[in-house]
Protein backbone atom coordinates (compact mmCIF):
# COMPACT_ATOMS: atom_id res chain seq x y z
CA UNK A 1 0.00 0.00 0.00
CA UNK A 2 1.45 3.37 -0.82
CA UNK A 3 2.01 6.01 1.93
CA UNK A 4 1.61 8.91 0.58
CA UNK A 5 -1.84 10.26 1.18
CA UNK A 6 -4.14 11.54 -1.33
CA UNK A 7 -5.36 15.03 -2.71
CA UNK A 8 -8.57 14.23 -2.15
CA UNK A 9 -9.27 15.20 1.25
CA UNK A 10 -11.44 17.68 1.20
CA UNK A 11 -13.58 16.23 -1.25
CA UNK A 12 -16.71 14.48 -1.27
CA UNK A 13 -17.24 11.65 -3.37
CA UNK A 14 -19.91 9.37 -4.09
CA UNK A 15 -18.68 5.17 -3.84
CA UNK A 16 -21.36 3.42 -5.53
CA UNK A 17 -21.32 -0.86 -4.73
CA UNK A 18 -19.69 1.06 -1.19
CA UNK A 19 -20.89 -2.24 0.59
CA UNK A 20 -19.23 -4.85 -2.32
CA UNK A 21 -15.35 -6.34 -1.91
CA UNK A 22 -14.07 -3.34 -3.88
CA UNK A 23 -16.18 -0.27 -3.19
CA UNK A 24 -15.75 -1.32 0.57
CA UNK A 25 -11.64 -1.21 0.61
CA UNK A 26 -11.78 1.94 -1.61
CA UNK A 27 -14.34 3.57 0.87
CA UNK A 28 -12.45 2.64 4.08
CA UNK A 29 -8.73 4.34 2.77
CA UNK A 30 -10.25 7.19 1.39
CA UNK A 31 -12.32 7.66 5.11
CA UNK A 32 -9.02 7.10 6.68
CA UNK A 33 -7.89 10.20 5.00
CA UNK A 34 -10.80 12.22 6.11
CA UNK A 35 -12.28 12.29 2.24
CA UNK A 36 -16.37 12.44 2.63
CA UNK A 37 -17.66 9.15 1.45
CA UNK A 38 -21.43 9.35 0.21
CA UNK A 39 -22.07 5.19 -0.38
CA UNK A 40 -24.62 3.62 -1.80
CA UNK A 41 -25.66 0.56 -2.19
CA UNK A 42 -29.05 -2.54 -2.17
CA UNK A 43 -27.20 -5.27 -0.07
CA UNK A 44 -29.03 -7.35 -2.62
CA UNK A 45 -28.25 -11.36 -2.20
CA UNK A 46 -25.98 -12.25 -5.18
CA UNK A 47 -24.14 -13.41 -2.38
CA UNK A 48 -24.42 -13.48 0.83
CA UNK A 49 -25.79 -9.93 2.38
CA UNK A 50 -24.19 -10.52 6.11
CA UNK A 51 -20.95 -10.02 4.73
CA UNK A 52 -22.47 -6.61 2.95
CA UNK A 53 -23.88 -5.43 5.84
CA UNK A 54 -20.33 -6.62 7.82
CA UNK A 55 -18.32 -4.18 5.65
CA UNK A 56 -20.74 -1.22 5.76
CA UNK A 57 -20.62 -2.14 9.88
CA UNK A 58 -16.83 -0.88 9.32
CA UNK A 59 -17.77 2.11 7.29
CA UNK A 60 -20.64 3.56 9.51
CA UNK A 61 -17.64 3.76 12.41
CA UNK A 62 -16.78 6.86 10.73
CA UNK A 63 -18.32 10.35 10.72
CA UNK A 64 -17.64 10.76 7.19
CA UNK A 65 -19.55 8.57 6.07
CA UNK A 66 -23.27 8.54 4.70
CA UNK A 67 -25.16 5.61 3.08
CA UNK A 68 -27.68 5.69 0.91
CA UNK A 69 -29.47 2.36 1.30
CA UNK A 70 -31.03 1.50 -2.15
CA UNK A 71 -31.05 0.64 -6.08
CA UNK A 72 -29.51 1.89 -9.15
CA UNK A 73 -32.51 1.04 -10.71
CA UNK A 74 -34.53 3.82 -8.71
CA UNK A 75 -34.41 6.79 -10.67
CA UNK A 76 -35.62 9.02 -8.16
CA UNK A 77 -33.30 7.50 -5.67
CA UNK A 78 -30.34 8.48 -7.15
CA UNK A 79 -31.51 11.95 -7.90
CA UNK A 80 -31.60 12.33 -4.64
CA UNK A 81 -28.64 11.36 -3.52
CA UNK A 82 -27.19 13.76 -6.50
CA UNK A 83 -29.59 16.50 -4.82
CA UNK A 84 -29.02 16.13 -0.78
CA UNK A 85 -25.08 15.95 -1.36
CA UNK A 86 -22.44 18.65 -2.79
CA UNK A 87 -20.23 15.57 -4.42
CA UNK A 88 -17.03 16.15 -5.86
CA UNK A 89 -16.74 12.90 -7.76
CA UNK A 90 -18.32 9.77 -8.58
CA UNK A 91 -16.52 6.53 -8.36
CA UNK A 92 -19.28 3.56 -9.72
CA UNK A 93 -18.38 0.74 -9.10
CA UNK A 94 -22.10 -1.34 -8.08
CA UNK A 95 -23.13 -3.65 -10.66
CA UNK A 96 -23.92 -7.07 -10.95
CA UNK A 97 -21.07 -8.74 -11.31
CA UNK A 98 -19.73 -12.34 -12.40
CA UNK A 99 -19.34 -14.04 -15.60
CA UNK A 100 -20.98 -17.54 -15.37
CA UNK A 101 -24.36 -16.02 -13.39
CA UNK A 102 -25.30 -13.52 -16.71
CA UNK A 103 -25.90 -16.88 -18.54
CA UNK A 104 -28.18 -17.37 -15.54
CA UNK A 105 -30.07 -14.32 -15.09
CA UNK A 106 -29.49 -11.88 -17.74
CA UNK A 107 -32.02 -9.71 -16.54
CA UNK A 108 -30.32 -8.41 -13.48
CA UNK A 109 -27.16 -7.41 -16.18
CA UNK A 110 -29.22 -5.21 -18.24
CA UNK A 111 -30.64 -3.57 -15.07
CA UNK A 112 -27.72 -2.64 -12.80
CA UNK A 113 -25.21 -2.43 -15.96
CA UNK A 114 -26.65 -0.54 -18.15
CA UNK A 115 -30.01 0.70 -16.89
CA UNK A 116 -28.13 1.80 -13.81
CA UNK A 117 -25.20 2.82 -15.01
CA UNK A 118 -27.12 5.21 -17.07
CA UNK A 119 -29.06 6.89 -14.31
CA UNK A 120 -25.63 7.26 -12.43
CA UNK A 121 -23.83 9.06 -15.23
CA UNK A 122 -26.64 11.12 -16.30
CA UNK A 123 -27.74 12.31 -12.91
CA UNK A 124 -23.93 13.04 -12.27
CA UNK A 125 -24.00 15.51 -15.83
CA UNK A 126 -27.07 16.98 -14.31
CA UNK A 127 -25.60 17.56 -11.23
CA UNK A 128 -22.94 19.29 -13.38
CA UNK A 129 -20.30 16.52 -12.25
CA UNK A 130 -17.08 16.40 -14.06
CA UNK A 131 -15.20 13.47 -12.78
CA UNK A 132 -16.45 10.15 -13.50
CA UNK A 133 -14.67 7.21 -12.67
CA UNK A 134 -16.04 3.54 -13.20
CA UNK A 135 -15.52 -0.19 -13.03
CA UNK A 136 -15.07 -2.29 -16.04
CA UNK A 137 -13.60 -5.60 -16.55
CA UNK A 138 -10.85 -7.69 -17.97
CA UNK A 139 -13.55 -9.66 -19.40
CA UNK A 140 -13.96 -7.15 -22.20
CA UNK A 141 -11.36 -9.08 -23.63
CA UNK A 142 -12.88 -11.82 -24.50
CA UNK A 143 -11.19 -14.53 -25.83
CA UNK A 144 -8.37 -12.64 -27.25
CA UNK A 145 -5.40 -14.81 -28.22
CA UNK A 146 -2.51 -11.76 -27.72
CA UNK A 147 -1.62 -11.38 -24.67
CA UNK A 148 -0.33 -9.36 -22.38
CA UNK A 149 -4.33 -7.54 -22.92
CA UNK A 150 -3.45 -3.57 -23.73
CA UNK A 151 -6.00 -1.18 -23.49
CA UNK A 152 -5.07 -0.61 -27.73
CA UNK A 153 -6.34 -3.98 -28.45
CA UNK A 154 -9.84 -4.11 -30.19
CA UNK A 155 -12.39 -5.74 -27.87
CA UNK A 156 -15.46 -6.24 -30.08
CA UNK A 157 -16.19 -9.74 -29.51
CA UNK A 158 -17.43 -9.80 -25.99
CA UNK A 159 -18.25 -13.64 -25.29
CA UNK A 160 -20.52 -13.00 -22.17
CA UNK A 161 -22.98 -10.78 -21.58
CA UNK A 162 -21.11 -9.49 -18.21
CA UNK A 163 -18.59 -8.12 -20.80
CA UNK A 164 -20.91 -6.94 -22.87
CA UNK A 165 -22.68 -4.43 -20.64
CA UNK A 166 -18.70 -3.28 -19.29
CA UNK A 167 -18.20 -2.66 -22.75
CA UNK A 168 -21.46 -0.88 -23.01
CA UNK A 169 -20.41 1.33 -20.26
CA UNK A 170 -16.88 2.03 -21.76
CA UNK A 171 -19.20 3.64 -25.03
CA UNK A 172 -21.79 5.42 -22.76
CA UNK A 173 -18.95 7.13 -20.98
CA UNK A 174 -16.91 7.78 -24.40
CA UNK A 175 -20.33 9.44 -25.39
CA UNK A 176 -20.87 11.47 -22.11
CA UNK A 177 -17.26 12.72 -22.21
CA UNK A 178 -17.76 13.79 -25.82
CA UNK A 179 -20.64 15.58 -25.33
CA UNK A 180 -20.87 17.35 -21.78
CA UNK A 181 -16.82 17.48 -21.38
CA UNK A 182 -17.24 15.36 -18.71
CA UNK A 183 -13.82 13.44 -17.30
CA UNK A 184 -14.57 9.59 -17.59
CA UNK A 185 -11.95 7.13 -17.03
CA UNK A 186 -12.69 3.16 -17.08
CA UNK A 187 -10.91 0.79 -14.78
CA UNK A 188 -10.96 -2.78 -16.59
CA UNK A 189 -10.33 -4.73 -13.09
CA UNK A 190 -8.28 -8.00 -13.02
CA UNK A 191 -9.59 -11.01 -10.88
CA UNK A 192 -9.69 -8.65 -8.07
CA UNK A 193 -8.61 -10.73 -4.22
CA UNK A 194 -8.44 -10.02 -0.69
CA UNK A 195 -10.09 -9.84 2.62
CA UNK A 196 -13.72 -9.26 2.85
CA UNK A 197 -12.95 -10.73 -0.80
CA UNK A 198 -16.45 -12.19 -2.66
CA UNK A 199 -18.07 -15.66 -1.67
CA UNK A 200 -18.10 -16.36 -5.61
CA UNK A 201 -14.80 -16.03 -6.91
CA UNK A 202 -12.29 -18.74 -6.66
CA UNK A 203 -9.72 -17.97 -3.84
CA UNK A 204 -13.20 -18.03 -1.57
CA UNK A 205 -14.86 -21.17 -3.12
CA UNK A 206 -12.28 -23.27 -3.01
CA UNK A 207 -10.81 -22.10 0.43
CA UNK A 208 -14.31 -22.87 1.69
CA UNK A 209 -14.42 -26.17 -0.04
CA UNK A 210 -11.04 -27.43 0.85
CA UNK A 211 -11.83 -26.88 4.95
CA UNK A 212 -15.03 -28.38 4.54
CA UNK A 213 -13.54 -31.54 2.75
CA UNK A 214 -15.74 -30.89 -0.30
CA UNK A 215 -14.39 -30.87 -3.96
CA UNK A 216 -13.23 -28.35 -5.60
CA UNK A 217 -14.83 -27.36 -9.57
CA UNK A 218 -11.63 -27.10 -11.45
CA UNK A 219 -12.33 -25.58 -14.74
CA UNK A 220 -11.31 -25.78 -18.54
CA UNK A 221 -9.62 -29.25 -16.94
CA UNK A 222 -6.97 -26.86 -15.08
CA UNK A 223 -5.65 -25.06 -18.19
CA UNK A 224 -7.05 -21.51 -16.61
CA UNK A 225 -4.67 -18.64 -15.98
CA UNK A 226 -6.07 -15.44 -14.42
CA UNK A 227 -3.67 -12.50 -13.24
CA UNK A 228 -4.81 -12.15 -9.79
CA UNK A 229 -4.54 -8.99 -8.57
CA UNK A 230 -4.32 -8.17 -4.67
CA UNK A 231 -6.95 -5.56 -3.48
CA UNK A 232 -4.71 -3.21 -1.98
CA UNK A 233 -2.84 -2.62 -5.39
CA UNK A 234 -6.22 -2.11 -7.04
CA UNK A 235 -7.40 0.44 -4.78
CA UNK A 236 -4.02 2.16 -5.21
CA UNK A 237 -4.70 2.53 -8.57
CA UNK A 238 -8.39 3.69 -8.34
CA UNK A 239 -7.49 6.49 -5.65
CA UNK A 240 -5.02 7.76 -8.58
CA UNK A 241 -7.77 7.20 -10.92
CA UNK A 242 -9.55 9.77 -8.75
CA UNK A 243 -6.98 12.07 -8.19
CA UNK A 244 -6.09 12.60 -11.64
CA UNK A 245 -9.17 12.76 -13.60
CA UNK A 246 -8.06 12.35 -16.90
CA UNK A 247 -10.71 13.66 -19.62
CA UNK A 248 -10.88 10.26 -21.27
CA UNK A 249 -9.09 7.02 -20.08
CA UNK A 250 -9.25 3.42 -20.26
CA UNK A 251 -6.73 1.39 -17.55
CA UNK A 252 -6.10 -2.54 -17.07
CA UNK A 253 -5.30 -3.01 -13.23
CA UNK A 254 -4.05 -6.01 -13.03
CA UNK A 255 -1.11 -7.74 -11.24
CA UNK A 256 0.98 -8.39 -14.98
CA UNK A 257 1.92 -11.85 -13.79
CA UNK A 258 -0.94 -14.58 -14.88
CA UNK A 259 -1.14 -17.57 -12.42
CA UNK A 260 -1.71 -20.78 -13.48
CA UNK A 261 -4.94 -22.33 -12.13
CA UNK A 262 -3.05 -25.45 -10.82
CA UNK A 263 -0.58 -22.90 -9.13
CA UNK A 264 -3.11 -21.03 -7.44
CA UNK A 265 -5.03 -24.00 -6.06
CA UNK A 266 -1.04 -25.71 -4.92
CA UNK A 267 -0.30 -21.88 -2.66
CA UNK A 268 -3.97 -22.30 -0.91
CA UNK A 269 -3.22 -26.32 -0.05
CA UNK A 270 -0.08 -24.76 1.16
CA UNK A 271 -1.49 -21.96 3.26
CA UNK A 272 -4.13 -24.68 4.90
CA UNK A 273 -2.03 -27.35 4.72
CA UNK A 274 -4.70 -29.62 3.65
CA UNK A 275 -5.08 -31.10 0.30
CA UNK A 276 -7.93 -30.08 -2.37
CA UNK A 277 -10.40 -32.85 -4.04
CA UNK A 278 -10.34 -32.26 -7.39
CA UNK A 279 -13.57 -32.47 -9.99
CA UNK A 280 -12.07 -31.35 -13.18
CA UNK A 281 -14.62 -30.30 -16.05
CA UNK A 282 -14.63 -28.32 -19.00
CA UNK A 283 -14.46 -24.75 -19.67
CA UNK A 284 -17.87 -23.04 -18.87
CA UNK A 285 -19.71 -21.12 -21.48
CA UNK A 286 -19.01 -16.97 -21.55
CA UNK A 287 -15.30 -17.87 -19.91
CA UNK A 288 -11.84 -17.10 -20.87
CA UNK A 289 -8.65 -19.37 -20.79
CA UNK A 290 -6.61 -16.43 -19.65
CA UNK A 291 -5.98 -13.54 -18.42
CA UNK A 292 -3.00 -10.81 -18.38
CA UNK A 293 -2.99 -7.24 -18.04
CA UNK A 294 -0.44 -4.78 -20.00
CA UNK A 295 0.00 -2.22 -17.40
CA UNK A 296 2.15 -0.15 -19.42
CA UNK A 297 -0.12 2.61 -19.63
CA UNK A 298 -1.17 2.65 -16.24
CA UNK A 299 2.43 3.16 -14.77
CA UNK A 300 2.91 5.44 -16.54
CA UNK A 301 -0.47 7.40 -16.02
CA UNK A 302 -1.30 6.93 -12.94
CA UNK A 303 2.14 5.50 -11.38
CA UNK A 304 0.31 2.21 -11.01
CA UNK A 305 2.28 -0.25 -9.59
CA UNK A 306 1.01 -3.53 -8.39
CA UNK A 307 3.56 -4.71 -5.22
CA UNK A 308 2.11 -7.74 -3.57
CA UNK A 309 3.21 -11.65 -4.91
CA UNK A 310 0.26 -13.93 -4.92
CA UNK A 311 1.43 -15.90 -2.14
CA UNK A 312 1.26 -12.78 0.67
CA UNK A 313 -2.04 -12.12 -0.98
CA UNK A 314 -3.86 -15.07 -0.59
CA UNK A 315 -1.58 -15.63 3.07
CA UNK A 316 -3.51 -12.04 3.73
CA UNK A 317 -6.76 -13.65 2.68
CA UNK A 318 -6.42 -16.67 4.38
CA UNK A 319 -5.91 -14.78 7.82
CA UNK A 320 -8.84 -12.56 7.52
CA UNK A 321 -11.10 -15.70 6.39
CA UNK A 322 -9.98 -17.80 9.44
CA UNK A 323 -10.58 -15.07 11.68
CA UNK A 324 -13.80 -13.34 10.06
CA UNK A 325 -15.24 -17.48 10.27
CA UNK A 326 -13.79 -17.80 13.76
CA UNK A 327 -11.85 -21.15 11.94
N1 LIG B 1 -13.78 -8.24 -8.15
C1 LIG B 1 -13.29 -8.41 -9.37
O1 LIG B 1 -12.41 -9.26 -9.60
C2 LIG B 1 -13.78 -7.58 -10.51
C3 LIG B 1 -13.19 -7.79 -11.78
C4 LIG B 1 -13.62 -7.02 -12.84
C5 LIG B 1 -14.59 -6.04 -12.65
N2 LIG B 1 -15.15 -5.88 -11.43
C6 LIG B 1 -16.17 -4.82 -11.29
O2 LIG B 1 -15.83 -4.01 -10.18
C7 LIG B 1 -17.01 -3.53 -9.53
C8 LIG B 1 -16.98 -3.93 -8.07
O3 LIG B 1 -16.89 -5.34 -7.99
P1 LIG B 1 -16.86 -6.13 -6.62
O4 LIG B 1 -15.95 -7.28 -6.81
O5 LIG B 1 -16.67 -5.19 -5.50
O6 LIG B 1 -18.35 -6.70 -6.62
P2 LIG B 1 -19.43 -6.76 -5.44
O7 LIG B 1 -20.56 -7.56 -5.98
O8 LIG B 1 -18.79 -7.19 -4.18
O9 LIG B 1 -19.86 -5.24 -5.29
C9 LIG B 1 -20.87 -4.63 -6.04
C10 LIG B 1 -21.85 -3.98 -5.07
O10 LIG B 1 -22.85 -3.31 -5.83
C11 LIG B 1 -24.10 -3.53 -5.23
N3 LIG B 1 -25.13 -3.46 -6.30
C12 LIG B 1 -25.25 -4.31 -7.35
N4 LIG B 1 -26.31 -3.94 -8.09
C13 LIG B 1 -26.84 -2.85 -7.49
C14 LIG B 1 -27.97 -2.01 -7.77
N5 LIG B 1 -28.76 -2.26 -8.83
N6 LIG B 1 -28.23 -0.96 -6.96
C15 LIG B 1 -27.44 -0.73 -5.88
N7 LIG B 1 -26.36 -1.49 -5.56
C16 LIG B 1 -26.08 -2.53 -6.35
C17 LIG B 1 -24.03 -4.91 -4.63
O11 LIG B 1 -24.93 -5.09 -3.55
C18 LIG B 1 -22.57 -4.99 -4.18
O12 LIG B 1 -22.41 -4.66 -2.82
C19 LIG B 1 -18.18 -4.13 -10.32
O13 LIG B 1 -18.58 -3.18 -11.26
C20 LIG B 1 -17.57 -5.33 -10.99
O14 LIG B 1 -18.26 -5.67 -12.17
C21 LIG B 1 -14.76 -6.61 -10.36
Redesign the pocket.
Known amino acids: MKNKKSNLKNKTILV??S?????FHLSKRLLEEGVKIIG?????N?YDPQL?ESRNKILEKFDNFKLYR????DLNFVKKIFQENKIDKVCH?????GVRYSLINPYAYI??NLV?FHHIIDEAKNAGIKDFIY?????VYGNNKKVPFSVDDRIDHPISLYAAT?KSNELLAHTYHHLYDMNCTGLR????YGPYG?PD?ALFLFTKAILENQPIKVFNFGKMERDFTYIDDIIDGVVSSLEYSYPYEIFNLGNNQPVKLEDFIQHIENELNQKAQKEYLPIQPGDVPKTFADITSSKEKLNYQPTTPIKKGINKFMNWYKDYYKI
Do not use: C, E, P
Open positions: TGAGFIGLDNFNYKGDLTLAAQAQSGASSSSKFFTVRM
